[in-house]
């Protein structure tokens, strides 16, 4: 299993990008992928979630409204829209995985397969 999270880059407030979350090696049918992201000097956090196991998607209360998870199963690749950027949105964010999980938590340890990060920069 391996994941290739991309697309990050600077962003002024208000704008939008969209990462990208390649996977390889595995059915995305059986999983469930998560967006976490770790800004500078704080614990890494979860974003939001989606589930090909059991098809449910789950947002952090912070991004609600702002950030779309989707997933593109011919090509293997989740996505995290983001729009409605803020500076608190800037870190480090990582895409994982794990076979036959729900999106009913977040909770990190719950994730086995993890990609590298794609910074995001969002200017005020």
Same mark, same amino acid.
Not at 20 to 48: H, L, N
Not at 76 to 101: G, I
């Given at each position: ?25 595995? !059915? ?8 976490? $992201? ?5 614990? $890494? ?11 449910? !998607?789950?947002?952090? %209360?912070?991004?609600?409204? $702002?950030? !779309?998870?989707?997933? %593109?199963?011919?090509? %293997? ?15 480090v964010y990582y895409c994982a995985a794990d076979r036959w999980l729900s999106c009913a938590t977040m909770a990190q ?6 990609? $590298?990060?794609?910074?995001? !920069?969002?200017?005020?």
């Amino acid at each position: 299993v391996q994941l290739q999270a991309s697309g990050g880059g600077l962003v002024q407030a208000g704008g939008s990008l969209r990462l990208s979350c390649a996977a390889s090696g595995f !059915t995305f049918d059986d999983y469930a992928i998560g967006w976490f $992201r770790q800004a500078p000097g704080k614990e $890494r956090e979860g974003v939001s979630c989606i589930s090909g196991y059991d098809g449910s !998607t789950l947002y952090a %209360d912070s991004v609600k409204g $702002r950030f !779309t998870i989707s997933s %593109d199963n011919a090509k %293997d690749t989740v996505y995290l829209q983001m729009n409605s950027l803020k500076p608190e949105d800037t870190a480090v964010y990582y895409c994982a995985a794990d076979r036959w999980l729900s999106c009913a938590t977040m909770a990190q340890y719950e994730y086995e397969h993890w990609g $590298r990060g794609t910074l995001v !920069t969002v200017s005020s």
